[in-house]
Nanobody, 116 residues
Framework: QVQLVESGGGLVQPGGSLRLSCAAS????????MRWYRQTPGKERELVAV????????NYADSVKGRFTISRANAKNTVYLLMNSLKPEDTAVYFC?????????WGQGTQVTVSS
């Protein structure tokens, strides 16, 4: 059974940091590109960061470039999103996504709230 379980969300003050984790099971993790998305009410899901399956190349949305870092630990079947210098506009539900050649899997999401 495929599972993606996000954790690490919460309430943080502006300028603070959080690290999200996404633990995967039920598929060959190393074969999948891993992505983080976020969504706020009434808006479409936004791609935040990607880490490739092979060479581990990363890519980021312009809105988070220089502040967020995506990484993966294939031995632990886990992908991370380190978020620094958080802003109120980063408030959203963050979702983990695994993208393969044939299949795409989603987690249930974790809430991140940036507020003083």
């Amino acid at each position: 059974q495929v599972q993606l379980v996000e954790s690490g969300g919460g309430l943080v003050q502006p300028g603070g940091s959080l690290r999200l984790s996404c633990a995967a099971s039920g598929f060959v993790f190393s074969d999948y590109a891993m992505r983080w998305y976020r969504q706020t009410p009434g808006k479409e899901r936004e791609l935040v960061a990607v880490v490739a399956s092979g060479d581990g190349r990363t890519n980021y949305a312009d809105s988070v470039k220089g502040r967020f870092t995506i990484s993966r630990a294939n031995a632990k079947n886990t992908v991370y999103l380190l978020m620094n210098s958080l802003k109120p506009e980063d408030t959203a539900v963050y979702f983990c996504n695994a993208l393969g050649v044939r299949y795409s899997y989603w987690g249930q999401g974790t809430q991140v709230t940036v507020s003083s």
